[in-house]
């Protein structure tokens, strides 16, 4: 069973927005952190944005002041909100959970975002 599940990827023209969001299962328990990578093609994974147990937020220098990370517990989901997307911005949206528990490290398997000029 996932134990996180990535939704809301898709095809946007430049200057366009999207919401990702991401279920988190009730398995993964004692979160310090959820994340958000991405990875676009012929490059390393790279962190985006991520939202602490403390609700606070922080972004990578590439999306600060366009994307919005935001938790929502009654849900159980965390979003990332996209806006004014770039080409550059194409790429497998990842959700990245990080727990003070065994295994510690969660991933999901992704949701591809494309950008069109």
């Known amino acids: 069973q996932a134990q996180l599940v990535e939704s809301g990827g898709g095809h946007v023209q430049a200057g366009g927005s999207l919401r990702l969001s991401c279920a988190i299962s009730?398995?993964?328990?004692?979160?310090?952190?959820m994340y958000w990578y991405r990875q676009i093609s012929g490059k390393d994974r790279e962190y985006v944005a991520a939202?602490?147990?403390?609700?606070?937020?922080d972004y990578s220098e590439a999306v600060k002041g366009r994307f919005t990370i935001a938790r929502d517990y009654a849900k159980s989901t965390v979003d990332l909100k996209m806006d004014n997307l770039k080409p550059d911005d194409t790429g497998v949206y990842y959700c990245?959970?990080?727990?003070?528990?065994?295994?510690?490290?969660?991933w999901g398997q992704g949701t591809q975002v494309t950008v069109s000029s």
């Open positions: 939202f602490t147990f403390r609700n606070t937020t």
């Open positions: 990245n959970a990080e727990s003070r528990r065994a295994p510690y490290v969660y």
């Open positions: 009730p398995s993964i328990v004692d979160i310090r952190a």
